[in-house]
């Protein structure tokens, strides 16, 4: 209320401010002025009533400028002229004269004025509580009761003289004094006729002066008028907006009832979205100060939707590129227009921060109506700030709310950068004042396992800096370069990736700060080789982009990279190398290459090309020594090299000498074969070019390798600083990757030059010795191991390099080395197995190897034996007597279809005293394929000319992608996929420890982001489709020929097992690439609908584009059509999956039905191995669990499905042989019953928990539904714990348990209530579900007595909860009993402890002799003891009788 005078006050202050006499206008307003005089003032005197009443009651009336005097205290004057009035001779005829008097006195203006103004005090007057300020004479009369309603109407009627006036001489407002008149009354005779009065004045006044009478009704009105004000200003505030802070004003002032509040904020809600911007905080700040607990989320959420920040402030007002000087001139005081809209929305987040701090349901209204919103399209800037607003002036607990809701809303996709990137750009004002909260959050984000959120973390960072000031880009670098420190190898990996792009994106703003990334320098050790790589790039490109102002970067950086050359240790010359190269590379950067623009620009200066050139010897110098190190700097310039951006001058000094020093170094003259010194016999092998024939070249392999066994390893070869340097074929695969690169760039991508190199032979030893590798000596058979390894990674490299060459004959060559690949391949896992301890050369050298693969030593069999302990203990756990599998069995995807033939092969070589070995557990020591050889998988038949000695065609052959190729191929691009293309955006945070062996040998796949691999794999799906196709063909026919059934004499085994490999393998690519999170992001959505496209038109070619959902229905359709000749069981469950991913693409439910079909059809389905047997194993039961679960998870009614495989499958199970399966269902065998089990027992369970839990306001309809999904989900649970009579191995038993007590804990809590509300209605349906349960709790019953008779610890932890859970329903059924007034039908029985087949324990019957072996009826009472002492654990097996709550719980008909 004080905040209404003041305001009041303030606002005639404005009006005076232009007035000639203001200075004595605003004198009038206090108590003691000084007196002033003039010619023409003096008192006023005549004989009316009004003047010589008041005059003899102690007012003097002055004439002109001069203020009325009053000679007593306002308390007596009042009095005094009141008993003058009634006292009166004429009263009440005189109140008529007086009020005449007045009219006829104010008729002057200035007089009129005086009345208004407060009275002055005259000099002898005495005041009895010595108050400086009088009110004006007219309010002095107000306080009169018998003149009030007179006075009233006199002003009134006077106000219309003044409306339309303009600003007067003396700059008062004469409207607005005389309505102050009506303020803080003591008492109001009439308030109805005041209220009336003055809402017909607002309704013909003009629109200032409805502004000041409506702000001034809170201090005129009586408490009694509230509602009825309130009621007219909410209609009036529909009808006029530009009277809508005013209205709003005085109604945060009036004390209105609930239900009007609320339809007030209804109209007010209404009309938001037509407010002005100017207006909008007092609209949010009177909504939100409305609010009560129990309306607060229907109001915040209606709020939230109401507010449009989208169309408040211009995107032009905060360009990217926000200048400094512009940046600080906005932040401070400004009066253009754009900043007042600035200002507006800032002052409207004030409102909602104090709100939200002082009101804690308001700040958990805001968090839940954020919380409901469930798609991105209705998310709003809004809400990005309130959540800021939040986290600001939130404790830690609601803090840790906001992050988590925060995480939510990325995860889900529903707030993502273009959210972020509008409230940064549109609202920077407000985003600024809580950049505290931003910094925490993109911490938070940023420490995320998930990667979206992790994304959305460094986009804040990135933001931030980017538009902020810099006191905030220093604190964003410092958040930067504490994650870099922190040991996370994802947190270090994202920051180095958002320091990356600001250095390349704002490399002028981020010179500043290089000093502190340049600290990262002292945190090296813990930084894996391609973080040091993007560590020395931005410190490169901070320390050379800035000319001579970077320089003590570049000398900080040049001690640090000689130390680590220098170093022994080859982790730190690794750092060495890899840091050198990083900084030549800047160094040389050739910016026109890229960028147009900048083609004017100089080439690189003397001076750096001079420190380029010494940096690269000193590289060269400290790594010759050693062949990895070596290796190592031709690995990473090959990097450099191929990015194609160096410098002419850079760039040809690198290629000057390759060539030359490369076939000095590795290349010889094919010269006849002679005897040779050799640990071997030399032989050069695999020559495509001509046979026999001399003069040509050779890879001098075996000589080098020969010669280098003797030399040390990495460090002790660099001690020796040996003058000569160190050739060995360990870097012969590095050398030529270098060496290719460099002819590329010189010669446009052509090849021509080396082209020889593709089809020379090498120099190896006779391949036949594999065959008797046994009886070698150890060090031949590790120099024979260590050849076929550099054989291996030779061709690799070579097949990298030629892989795109458009020559047909070059296509030949390489589809030769592939086959040549795959037949070392088998090759070299015989070697291993005969060559105990070995260890092989390294390939991938910029990562510690930390777990070399174990050695297959001659006690291999009894680390297997300990394997088949395990497997029988498993075996007999599952009741299955044929399922264990041998320990060679690997999770590699091609051999997941061989599961039997492995395991076969297996137990033959362990006969035999060999072990299987698993290639790929060696990849580490293989090159990486480039991305580029997956083109091969386009090639169709390829016709290779052989040419006779004078080069002329002598025959020509046909080569084409076999399969072992293909699975060669697939295998490695399905590694690739898993790598790169995460499928459930989240990952594994590691501290201290660089992610190793899972990175080696994807060195270059990691310089590709997830999009262009995902762009890539897109373009492959044409091939892959056409190898799909022809592999469903290949089953197809076989399956045709034979009647559907393999030919097992017919069949040719190794291709059958290796085209379901393919199969396998291809439909693993489909589903990785079409499961990756990342089509999720709005920006991919063109991707997805191309990927989809190309698969879509395998099946019907379309000239138009098709929306999504029709691409997801063809797509589909076309995936579908393979599950007719799927070979195996691990396809079936890739095909499932790869369909259920496709599903998920599109919003329609009608996909969920041919999912579960397709499912069913493959549990049908008889899975044989070509060689005649069943499908078994591990990997065969993990997929069987996968489809049911599918199966179960997409059916239309789980319960029934259930009861179809236990009532149907299961007994056909039992009438079968030992070995047989069921007819039904062929895959549900004695060997696969446990899962089988384990998943209907599961999902039953997750089937009745979805149950709604029954309500007294449900309908008989609902009840009856409710009752027959329980009577099926009793039923089914009935057969199932059954079937423990039957299988009772230990696995089944804990199953049972275990979910058994789950099942009685839902029935308990969504059954009973059920029961309830329908045992009057539902008698019948009621009792005969409780008999069937009873059936099942008295075999659980039976089961906690079996599992303490055996005293197994794993099943009798299952028991107390489970016996718990028994005693409650009881008590439970007793309650639903008594609640229907049928008590009488409850009783309660002792139970005999039983064993799982039905038969008395023993120790029971030594304790029934004594009381009695028949059940008897206990008293109520007494059997409540008997349950308190069971719960309470006092009750023993021999001593008491436990009892079955279904045994306890008869229920009959009292009729």
Known sequence: MVAKRKLSKSADDRDEANAKDISRAKKSKIGVRKRTTSAHEGEVDDDTVFVQSLKSAGVILKYGNQPNKLTLDQAVFQKKLYQALRKHPRYPNVMQEFISGLEAHIEDRDKFRNCLLPCGQSQEGESSNNVNYQESLLKLLLGIEILQSPVMNTLFEKIPEFMYDGVPEDGINMPRLIIHQFKWLD??????????????????????????????????????????????????????????????????????????????????????????????????????????????????????????????????????????????????????????????????????????????????AWIKAIEIVDSAAEHKVIDLLVLLILHTASTSNSKKQVEKLLRSKIRLGYVGDQLLQVAFRSHALVVREYFPSVLSLAQTLLRSPDVS??????????????????????????????????????????????????????????????IFVKGILDYMDNLSPQQIRKLFFVLSTLAFSRGQDGSHIQDDMHIVIRKQLSSTISKYKRIGIIGAVMMVGCMAYDSSKFEPSSSHLPSMSKESFRQATALLELVRTCSEHSPEAAALYYDELANLVQKGNLDPQVQELIGRSVLDDFQEDFVVDLLPEADSKHLLPLKSMFNLDEEDSEGGIVINLLPLLSNSMTSTGFENAAGKQRVKKCISPVSLASFFRLLRFCEEVQHNGNLEEIDALLGCPLYMTNLELVEKVESLSKQERELLCSLLFHTLNWFREVVNAFCKQQDTEMKGKVLLRLQNITHLQVLLEKCIAATPGYVPPLANFDLEITEVPLNVAPAAPAKKGKKDQKSKKKQKSEGNKNSSTDSSQTEDPAEESQVQSESTQGKENTEEGKVFVNLPNYRAYFRELDTDVFFVLQCGLVTKSLLDTELHTKATEVVQLGSAELVFLLEDLSRKLDYMLVANATKKMLFLKVKGDRDV?????????????????????????????????????????????????????????????????????????????????????????????????????????????????????????????????????????????????SLDNQYKEKIASIARGFL???????????????????????????????????????????????????????????????????????????????????????????????????????????????????????????????????????????????????????????????????????????????????????????????????????????????????????????QEAFWLGNLKNRDLQGEEILSQASQQESGGDEESELPEDDAEEEIEEELDGCESDTRKATRDDEDSTECSDSD
């Open 187 to 364: 008492r109001i005779i009439d308030s109805k006729d005041l209220t009336s009065k003055i809402m017909q004045l607002i309704s013909v006044a003009p629109l200032e002066i409805q502004r000041d009478i409506i702000t001034s009704l809170p201090e005129i009105l009586e408490d009694a008028q509230h509602n009825e004000i309130a009621k007219e200003l909410n209609s009036l505030l529909q009808q006029n907006t530009q009277l809508t802070v005013p209205i709003l004003d005085a109604l945060s002032s009036l004390n209105l009832c609930a239900e009007l509040l609320v339809e007030v904020r209804h109209s007010v809600m209404s009309t938001l979205s037509a407010v002005k911007l100017d207006d909008l905080p007092v609209v949010v700040k009177f909504i939100l100060h409305s609010i009560t607990a129990a309306d607060a989320v229907e109001v915040i959420t209606e709020l939230r939707k109401n507010l449009e920040l989208e169309s408040c402030v211009l995107p032009s007002q905060l360009p990217a590129n926000w200048d400094k000087q512009k940046q600080k001139n906005a932040m401070g005081a400004s009066v253009n227009q754009e900043n007042s809209g600035h200002d507006c929305v800032a002052i409207m987040f004030d409102v909602i921060k104090a709100a939200v701090r002082f009101q804690k349901a308001t700040a958990e």
């Open 453 to 514: 959120v992790v994304s959305f973390g460094s986009q804040m960072y990135k933001y931030a800096f980017m538009i902020f000031d810099s006191y905030c880009q220093q604190e964003v670098v410092g958040a930067l370069v504490t994650h870099v420190c922190s040991g996370f190898t994802a947190e270090v990996d994202i920051s180095l990736d958002v320091l990356i792009d600001l250095v390349s994106q704002n490399s002028s703003a981020m010179a500043v700060y290089a």
């Open 1001 to 1145: 040998g994807f060195s270059h796949l990691r310089q590709m982001t997830s999009q262009a691999l995902a762009q890539f794999a897109v373009e492959l799906l044409n091939p892959l489709c056409n190898h799909l196709e022809n592999a469903h063909n290949y089953f197809q026919v076989m399956i045709a020929e034979n009647n559907g059934v393999v030919d097992v004499l017919g069949a040719d085994v190794k291709e059958h097992q290796r085209m379901a490999a393919c199969y396998q393998l291809l439909l693993q690519v489909l589903n990785t690439l079409f499961a990756w999170c990342g089509f999720a992001q709005h920006g991919n959505r063109k991707l997805l609908k191309l990927a989809l496209g190309v698969l879509a038109n395998r099946l019907k070619t379309g000239d138009g584009e098709f929306e999504l959902e029709e691409l997801v229905r063809q797509t589909f359709r076309y995936l579908q059509n393979f599950h007719s000749s799927i070979p195996c069981c691990a396809p079936a469950v890739t095909l499932t999956q790869l369909l259920i991913v496709i599903a998920e693409k």
């Open 1164 to 1382: 049908c389905q008889s899975w044989v191995l070509p060689s005649g047997e069943k499908e078994k194993g591990n990997k065969y039961n993990e997929a069987l669990e996968i489809l049911l679960c599918i199966y179960l998870k997409h059916a239309d009614d789980v319960l029934k499905s259930v009861e179809e495989i236990a009532g149907v499958g299961i007994p056909e199970l039992l009438n079968s042989t030992k070995d047989g399966s069921s007819n039904t269902f062929p895959t549900l065998s004695r060997q696969t019953f446990l899962v089988f089990y384990r998943v209907m027992m599961r999902e039953l369970d997750k089937s009745v928990k979805s149950i709604p839990a029954g309500m007294q306001s449900d309908s008989t309809e609902v009840q009856i539904e409710k009752l027959l999904r329980w009577n099926v989900a009793v039923r089914d649970f009935h057969i199932l714990v059954n079937l423990v009579k039957v299988f009772d191995s230990r696995p089944v038993l804990g199953v049972c348990l275990k979910h058994g007590r789950l099942f009685i804990e839902s029935f308990l809590k969504q059954g009973m209530p059920l029961l309830d509300y329908s045992f009057k209605k539902h008698r019948e349906d009621v009792q005969s579900l409780l008999k069937t349960l009873q059936l099942s709790t008295r075999q659980l019953h039976h089961m906690c007595g079996h599992t303490k008779l055996n005293q197994d610890t794993n099943l009798t932890n299952h028991v107390p909860l489970l016996k718990k859970l028994l005693e409650l329903f009881v008590y439970r059924v007793k309650a639903m009993l008594t609640i229907n007034k049928c």
